[in-house]
C-alpha cells in the first residue's frame, strides 16, 4: 500500500514571517495524526524558522530545489547538507520553473532570463543523487509542455525526464522516491488534467520505473499529481488507481484549501 503523499511548494510567494505564521496555522489544523504524509516547501530563506514552528508536528519540511556540491565555491547555491541542517528532510529536485520550462511564458516579460534557472535532466540527476546520498528524500518532478502534448509526445517526453533524472540511483533508493507529474500548462493555469489522463500519464511513469528497475521498485515508487490540485478535483485525483499524492502550489497557500485537499486524501 502506498501512502498518500500531499507536499504544498510555497514556491515564492511568502515573506519569513507568512510563511511562519502559514506554518503554525497549518500545525493546529493538522493536528497529530493526518490521513496522509504532508509536506510544506517554503522558500530557502524561511526553511529554519518554519522548521522550528513546525518541531513535534508530523509536517515536513522540504525545500524547493539544492545543489550536488556539499560546500564551497558555489555562490548562491544550498547543498543538502546545509538544508538537513536548517532543519529540511525532503527537496524537490526538476520542477519545470527550475527546469527554465514555463506554462504562461508568453506572459513573462524577460523570457530569455529566465532560461537562467536552466535545470535540464543531467543536473535533475546530480542533485536527486546527491541529495539522497545526504539522507534526504526526493520529490522529483517532470511534465510536458502544452506544445509537447499537442505534438502527441507526452509520454515520451516524461519517460525520458524520468529515465535521466534517475541514471546511476540503485533501485533501493528509487524505491523510497516520489515522482510528481506535472504537466506544465496545468500549473497555475487554473486547468487541472483530466483525472483519468493523469492517472493513465503516472501509469506510464510507473511503468517506465519498471522498465528500467523491476515490478517491485515500480509498484513502491509514489507518484503524485501536480497543476491546479483543488479540494474539489482532489477527491477524484488522488482516488486513481497510480495517483498517490499531490503536488500543490496555489491551493497550499492558504490552511483551508490545503486542509480540503488533504481530507480528500
Ligand atoms: P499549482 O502549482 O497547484 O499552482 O498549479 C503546482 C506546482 O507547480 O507544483
Redesign the pocket.
Known sequence: MRRIFVAG?W?MNKTVEESVALAKELKAALGHNPPCDVAVAPTYVAIYPVAQALEGSPVIVAAQNTFWKESGAYTSQVSPQLLKAAGASWVIVG???TRGRFGVEEKVENEDALKVFGDNDASVNAKAKFAIAAGMGVIV?CGELLSERQAGTTDAVVSAQIEGALKGIPASDVKDLVI?Y?PVW????GEVCAADEADRVCGVIRDTVKKLYDDATGESVRIQY????KADNAKELLGKPNIDGA??????LKVADFMGIINNA
Open positions: 511548494n514556491k520542477h519545470s520553473e518532478a510528481a506535472e496545468a500549473i497555475g493555469t501536480g497543476g491546479s490540485v503536488l500543490v502550489g496555489g491551493a497550499s
